[in-house]
C-alpha cells in the first residue's frame, strides 16, 4: 500500500495519476473537446461543418498546417500525395513474408515502419522543414496502400496498386475491392460515407494513440516509427476495437436467436456485467457529436446498397429500442461513433479486424498534427515519475542460501 504521508519524505513531491485522468501533458492548438457539451472542433472549425462541407484531405492540410488551404494550396498538396501514393517494390516481398493471418493491424505498424529504411533521411534529428514535410506527404500517401495491402495479404488475393486518377477514398477502396478479372468502381455514396467517417476520427486530443505518437516523437524519433507506435496503440480493445465489439455483440444476438429486448434487459441488469457494446461515452456525456453526423451516412449507405444482412437489421432493431428504453434515455446512453462506423464498415463489405486499420487511417493526420505541434514546440523529452511501492533496500542473499 502507498503511505501517502510519506510520499514527500521518501520520492520528493509527486503527481499521481494513474492513466492521466486529469493531467495535462501538452498545451496543444490542433482539437477543441467538451464532452458535457459535445463539442469537437479541430482548429476552431467545428466537426459538424467540417463533415458536411469539407473532404478528409482538406481536414488533414487544416489539422497540419493549423489553416485551411488556399485553392491553390490544396491543389499542390493533394498532387503531392498522388504522386507518392506507390510504394517501393521491395516492401511487396517484406509482406510477403507476412503468414496470411497476420492481423492487418500488426502489418500495418510493420510496413509504416519500414519506411524508416527507405527514407533513412527521416531519421536525422535535424531534418529541415522540408524533409520533415516530405515524410508528412509520404505517409500520407502511403498508409491507404499499405492498409488495402494488408487485407490483399490476408485474404490472398494479389496486390492492387494505386490508381491516381481517383480521390484519395476511392483510390483506397479499388485497392481493397478490385479482383484482376473483373471491373471495379466505388460507389460515389460508400466513398462519400467513408470520407466522412475518416474526418470524424482525424483527431481526438490526447488520446492513447497521439499520446504514445507524441511521447515516442519527444525522443526525437521520426515520424514513420512515431506513427507506426500509434498504431500499436490503436490496435488494443480498449482503444480502437470498439467498433469491432459492436458487430461481435451484433453477431451473438443473431446466434442467440436475435432477441434484441433480451440483450437490453441484460444490459440494464446490475448484477450482469454486460453492456451494449457502443452505447454511451468516457468524455461526450449528453452526445456524441461524432454519432449525430455518421448516422445520417450509415441511413444513406444502407438505404442505397439494400444490404441485405440480419446483423444490420439486429442494429436497427437494437437502436430503436434502446432509444425508447427509459434506463438507457435516462442515463443519456446514446449510440456513439464506433455502433454506427462498424455498421457501415460492415454494409460496405470491410471485415472485422479491418475495422482498427479503417481508425488508423482515419487518425492518422491528427497524429502527425499533434507530432509535428510536439517537435515544433521543442517538447521536452516524455519521462513520467512513478510512486515506488517495492522492498526497502535489502542484502543480497547467495543463492545456495535461499
Ligand atoms: N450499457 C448498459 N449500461 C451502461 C452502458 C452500456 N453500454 N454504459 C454505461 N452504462 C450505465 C452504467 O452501468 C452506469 O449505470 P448506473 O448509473 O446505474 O451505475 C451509467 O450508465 C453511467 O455509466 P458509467 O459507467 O459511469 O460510464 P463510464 O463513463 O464509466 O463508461 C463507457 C463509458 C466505458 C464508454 C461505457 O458507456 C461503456 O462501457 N460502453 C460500452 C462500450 C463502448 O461502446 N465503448 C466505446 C466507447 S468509444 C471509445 O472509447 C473509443
Redesign the pocket.
Known amino acids: 500500500a502507498i503511505d501517502i504521508n510519506n510520499l514527500r519524505a521518501e520520492t520528493g513531491l509527486i503527481t499521481l495519476d494513474e492513466g492521466y485522468k486529469n493531467t495535462g501533458a501538452t498545451t496543444s492548438g490542433i482539437t477543441f473537446l467538451d464532452g458535457e457539451e459535445g463539442i469537437l472542433r479541430y482548429r476552431g472549425y467545428s466537426i459538424e461543418e467540417l463533415a458536411e462541407k469539407s473532404t478528409f484531405l482538406e481536414v488533414a492540410y487544416l489539422l497540419i498546417y493549423g489553416e485551411l488551404p488556399s485553392v491553390k494550396e490544396f491543389e499542390q498538396f493533394k498532387n503531392e500525395i498522388t504522386v507518392h501514393t506507390l510504394v517501393h517494390e521491395d516492401i511487396k516481398k517484406i509482406l510477403d513474408g507476412f503468414p496470411s493471418n497476420a492481423h492487418p493491424m500488426g502489418v500495418l505498424s510493420s510496413l509504416v515502419c519500414t519506411l524508416t529504411a527507405f527514407y533513412p533521411e527521416s531519421l536525422d534529428p535535424n531534418r529541415s522543414a522540408d524533409k520533415v514535410n516530405l515524410s508528412i506527404i509520404r505517409i500520407l500517401a502511403k498508409m491507404p496502400t499499405f492498409a488495402a495491402w494488408a487485407y490483399k495479404n490476408e485474404v490472398g488475393h494479389p496486390v492492387n496498386y494505386p490508381d491516381n486518377s481517383l480521390d484519395y477514398c476511392s483510390n483506397f477502396l479499388k485497392m481493397m475491392f478490385a479482383l484482376p478479372a473483373e471491373k471495379y468502381e466505388a460507389d460515389p455514396v460508400v466513398a462519400d460515407a467513408l470520407d466522412k467517417l475518416l474526418i470524424l476520427h482525424a483527431d481526438h486530443e490526447q488520446n492513447c494513440s497521439t499520446s504514445t505518437v507524441r511521447i515516442v516523437g519527444s525522443s526525437k524519433a521520426s515520424l514513420y516509427s512515431s506513427v507506426s507506435a500509434g498504431i500499436n496503440a490503436l490496435w488494443g480493445p480498449l ?1 480502437g476495437g ?1 467498433n469491432q ?1 459492436v458487430i461481435e455483440m451484433l453477431e451473438a444476438i443473431k446466434a442467440d436467436g436475435g432477441n434484441v429486448q433480451k440483450f437490453i434487459d441484460k ?2 441488469d ?1 448484477n450482469d456485467p454486460f ?8 468524455v461526450y456525456k449528453n452526445f456524441d457529436p461524432r454519432a449525430k453526423i455518421i448516422k445520417k451516412a450509415a441511413d444513406n449507405v444502407l438505404s442505397k446498397l439494400g444490404v441485405n444482412d440480419p446483423v444490420l437489421e439486429i442494429a436497427k432493431g437494437l437502436e430503436e429500442a434502446a432509444l425508447k428504453d427509459p434506463y438507457f434515455v435516462e ?1 443519456k ?1 446514446y449510440p ?1 461513433v ?1 455502433f454506427y462506423s462498424g455498421i457501415i464498415y460492415r454494409a460496405i463489405g470491410i471485415p472485422t479486424d479491418m475495422f482498427t486499420v479503417m481508425f488508423a487511417l482515419g487518425r492518422l493526420p491528427g497524429w502527425i498534427a499533434q507530432w509535428k505541434e510536439m517537435r515544433e514546440k521543442n517538447e521536452p523529452i516524455g519521462r513520467p515519475r512513478q510512486i515506488y511501492t517495492g522492498s526497502k533496500i535489502r542484502s543480497y542473499v547467495e543463492m545456495n542460501k535461499r
Not at 453492456?275 to 468516457?282: P, V
Request: charged share 35%; net charge positive.
Open positions: 482503444h470498439a465489439a444490459a440494464k446490475k453492456r451494449l457494446m457502443g452505447f454511451g461515452h468516457r442515463r446512453l456513439n464506433d
